[in-house]
């Protein structure tokens, strides 16, 4: 029997009615079979995860520490399959018991293991430590079986418990037990359109809550394309530590409010006088500079240029900030410690610069959780005239002002020399990421001549401003002509004027003449073309077996006029029919107009809400699927 892939899909949901304990191996081989004929990308499966978290008493004044132990069993799925399965750490909690064993529960015999700080392009990141196992099949079927133990010394940092994995999970299983002296809140994230079973039981004998999660069939995260941010993507548990009860029966508090948070925050930031190499090295960058704004920007900009950035976007890192001296002398660092070196640089100079704890990126962690899982990112906020200037150090040719996208709304604790304040990001629209277009187009033969401008603005000016400082510089006019085109073989670039691509603007401006070759077909009297030749969204349809939300490219505004200029001895007789498409949070309009000897063509795309969800999908397919048809409806022209 052959099943199509929508009834194989179907189909694992379908075992697990009838998938007891006892006949859960029988299941988990059948999910492999299943996975090697629906889903032959897929290399490995995890057939079973379980991970327990046990908490106790240590120390003085009853600190409590936790205890995570893992037992991953993975089976290969095809030949010759490497599997790397990761442990991350940090100086708060550390990695023991570890043990990989092979299919006949023999250790494995070669050196599977490496720990150690996070390693990025030869830099050590040592807010983030890994251990690594590497796992080696052979042959399909094959299962390796991994366990350890992780201690955490500080319960701020079991921040998150993922109820999923890089492979497909065939079945994961998360128990905590937690005592009464510990207050310990459970948010539940992303749990909507996944196989999530949740039980609570009391431990009378030994005074413990049991909470147990089984998770089933759990799309893999490795190769999905176009995903959002964790937190607004995949299936986790957000743990918040609220207080401990010593062993006297004293509360203490932990996470209780966002005060504890804040407080805690300072407690890891102290304000240390500027050294004289760079108070002397600072006076000589600005000695040019004659308003704050100019100082501000001169600043900011060599710490864009000139200082490295390495970062780990994915650890909770120790939140504290790098010595700026230390980042000044070695010319790279991490969000830390680059916010840490302009605010004393700032300070220096006069300016009122303080330290601010942010999310970077999408997340959809609610504001009223408290939790270190909603700060990923620190700023630099100066107070001028009662007003906050949000300058984010690791963002290149940004201006004074301007506030990154993945940065805005956001929520962000300010220090004050020993102090804290809330403050709020403010959100700019999709307006702010303008990319225009204008152009005017000729027929030359079977030829179009195009002569045209683009001005960017906002994050796509950011965007290509970094890439192209990015690339060799033998790549650069590759990428830019890819750019322009947006990958089209068939568009010649024949000349292109840029801005400088360090420029300090709040628009970056390209001009250019292409040639579309062969870009009109004859039908006896008749001549068809089209004018749109970037086609954007139309290679945007998302996969119906999606199980995860759809990120697009991000918020943003693009509009486009296209003029073709008629030859005297040709009329139009026929125009595409307008496009008009509008659901939450995005709008695509598409027209046509002649007049006397030309005809125009208008495109416009707002992208509002850069998230689709899955129960969006089927809309957003067809609204794509619209689009495309209007993309190939051509313009017909004949003799007058």
């Not at 605010?343 to 300016?351: E, I, Q, S």
């Not at 401008?453 to 965007?463: E, K």
Request: aromatic share 10%.
């Amino acid at each position: 029997m052959v099943l199509h892939r929508n009834s194989r899909f179907l189909l694992f949901s379908f075992l697990w009615c009838f998938c007891s304990l006892p006949a859960y191996s029988q299941y988990a081989d059948s999910l492999a079979r299943l996975l090697q004929e629906s889903f032959p990308d897929e290399q490995a499966l995890v057939r079973e995860l379980e991970t327990t978290y046990t908490f106790v008493r240590t120390g003085t004044p009853g600190n409590v520490t936790a205890t995570e132990s893992g037992i991953a069993v993975v089976q290969s799925l095809a030949r010759d399959v490497k599997v790397m399965r990761t442990v991350f750490y940090d100086e708060y909690s550390a990695i023991s018991g570890h043990k990989l064993k092979g299919n006949k529960d023999s250790r494995i015999k070669y050196d599977y293991m490496r720990c150690g700080d996070f390693e990025i392009d030869g830099l050590f990141y040592h807010d983030a430590r890994v251990c690594r196992f590497m796992m080696l099949f052979g042959e399909p079927g094959e299962t390796n079986t991994l366990s350890y133990d992780k201690t955490y010394n500080d319960l701020r940092y079991l921040s998150d418990i993922p109820l999923s994995d890089d492979y497909r999970v065939a079945r994961m299983k998360v128990t905590l037990s937690i005592p009464d002296y510990l207050g310990l809140k459970l948010v539940e994230m992303n749990f909507e359109g996944f196989d999530i079973t949740k039980t609570v039981t009391y431990n009378s004998k030994e005074n413990l809550k049991v909470i147990e999660y089984t998770a089933r069939n759990i799309p893999p995260q490795e190769g999905v394309q176009n995903l959002p941010g964790y937190s607004c993507t995949f299936p986790h548990i957000l743990l918040v530590p609220e207080y401990r009860v010593s062993a006297g029966n004293d509360t203490i508090n932990i996470l209780r409010s966002h005060d504890d948070l804040n407080k805690w925050y300072l407690s890891l930031v102290k304000r240390s006088s500027i050294t004289p190499e760079l108070a002397a090295f600072t006076d000589e960058l600005v000695k040019h500079c004659h308003t704050d704004n100019q100082k501000m920007t001169k600043v900011m900009q060599w710490i864009g240029e000139k200082i490295r950035y390495i970062a780990f976007e994915n650890g909770t890192a120790a939140f504290v900030p790098e010595a700026a001296e230390s980042v000044f002398r070695k010319r790279y660092g991490d969000c830390k410690g680059m916010s840490n070196l302009a605010a004393v640089m700032l300070r220096h100079l006069g300016f009122d610069a303080r330290l601010g704890w942010v999310y970077t990126g999408r997340t959809c962690i609610p504001d009223s959780v408290v939790s270190l899982a909603g700060s990923n990112h620190m700023i630099c906020v100066v107070m001028q005239d009662g007003k906050p200037l949000f300058l984010d150090a690791t963002l290149k040719y940004g201006l004074i002002g301007e506030i990154p996208e993945s940065i805005q709304g956001r929520r962000c604790v300010v220090e004050n020399n020993g102090s804290c304040e809330v403050l709020r990001i403010p959100e700019t629209r999709p307006r702010n990421n303008l990319t225009r277009v204008s152009d005017t187009v000729s027929i030359e033969g079977n030829r179009l001549q195009l002569s045209g401008r683009m001005t960017l603005m906002g994050m796509p000016r950011l965007s290509l401003q970094y890439f192209l400082d990015q690339v060799e510089s033998g790549e650069k006019e590759n990428m830019l002509k890819s750019f322009l085109t947006v990958g089209g073989k068939s568009v010649k670039v024949l000349s292109l004027l840029t801005s400088p691509k360090d420029t300090l603007s709040d628009t970056f401006r390209l001009s250019y003449r292409l040639e579309v070759p062969n870009a009109l077909i004859t039908t006896g009297n008749d001549i068809m073309l089209s004018l749109d030749f970037r086609n954007e969204l139309k290679g945007q349809k998302i996969e119906k077996l999606r199980s995860y939300n759809y990120e697009l490219e991000g918020r943003l505004l693009n509009e486009q006029e296209v003029v073709l200029r008629l030859p005297g001895h040709l009329k139009v007789k026929k125009l595409p029919e307008p496009v008009s498409i509008t659901r939450p949070g995005f709008s695509f309009t598409g027209t046509y107009e002649a007049g006397e000897g030309f005809v125009r063509y208008l495109k416009r795309i707002e992208i509002a809400d850069d998230i689709v969800k899955p129960d969006e999908f089927v809309a957003w397919n067809e609204s794509v699927s619209r689009i495309v048809r209007f993309y190939k409806d051509m313009i017909v022209l004949t003799a007058k």
